[in-house]
C-alpha cells in the first residue's frame, strides 16, 4: 500500500506532518475513485454483474445485484479504513492495526450468522457494512490518537 511506504518513508525522515497531509491526500484520491465505481455497481449493478454470467441463472444475477447495493455505498467507509490503515502499518503501529482489522473480521462472521437465519444472503451481505463501520471507526480513532506518530510518543 503506498500510503504505508510514504508514511514509513516520512516517519524516517522526522516529518509526522506530511504523513497527516498525505492521509487527507489519500482519502481524496480514494474519495474519487469510489464516486465512478460506486455508480456503476450501485446504478448499473445488473449490467455490470452481466459482464460476468448470463441471465440463464436469474436467481445468481438477483443475488449479485442485491450484494451490490447493499455494499457500494459503504466503499467511502472503506476506503477511510484502507487509508488509516495504511498509516497505522506504515508507523508501526501494529496492535492498533489488527485490532481494528479483527474486530471487522470477527464482527462480519458473527453478524453474518446472526443474520443469515432470518434474512438469508441478505443478512449476510449486510454484515459486510457493519463490520466496514466498525472496523474504519476504530482505524480512524487510532489514526487520530496519533499513536502512529512518535514524536507525539515521545512528547507523552
Do not use: H
Request: a positive charge; one cysteine or more; glycine letters at 10%.
Amino acid at each position: 500500500n503506498g500510503i504505508s511506504n510514504f508514511t514509513a518513508q516520512n516517519i524516517g525522515a522526522g516529518l509526522p506532518d506530511r504523513v497527516r497531509e498525505g492521509f487527507r491526500a489519500g482519502l481524496k484520491l480514494a474519495i474519487a475513485v469510489c464516486i465512478p465505481f460506486f455508480a456503476a455497481f450501485f446504478l448499473f449493478g445488473k449490467q455490470m454483474t452481466l459482464l460476468f454470467m448470463d441471465e440463464s441463472s436469474i436467481s445468481a444475477l438477483n443475488t449479485g445485484v442485491e450484494f451490490l447495493k447493499i455494499v457500494t455505498p459503504f466503499y467511502f467507509i472503506i476506503s477511510i479504513k484502507l487509508i488509516a490503515d495504511g498509516v497505522l502499518r506504515g508507523a508501526g503501529a501494529m496492535v492498533q492495526f489488527m485490532v481494528s482489522t479483527f474486530s471487522d473480521l470477527i464482527l462480519r462472521v458473527a453478524i453474518s450468522f446472526l443474520l443469515a437465519i432470518p434474512l438469508g444472503t441478505t443478512g449476510i451481505w449486510m454484515s459486510w457494512p457493519i463490520g466496514w463501520v466498525l472496523g474504519t471507526g476504530l482505524s480512524y480513532c487510532f489514526y487520530r490518537s496519533g499513536c502512529w506518530n512518535p514524536l507525539k510518543i515521545k512528547q507523552n
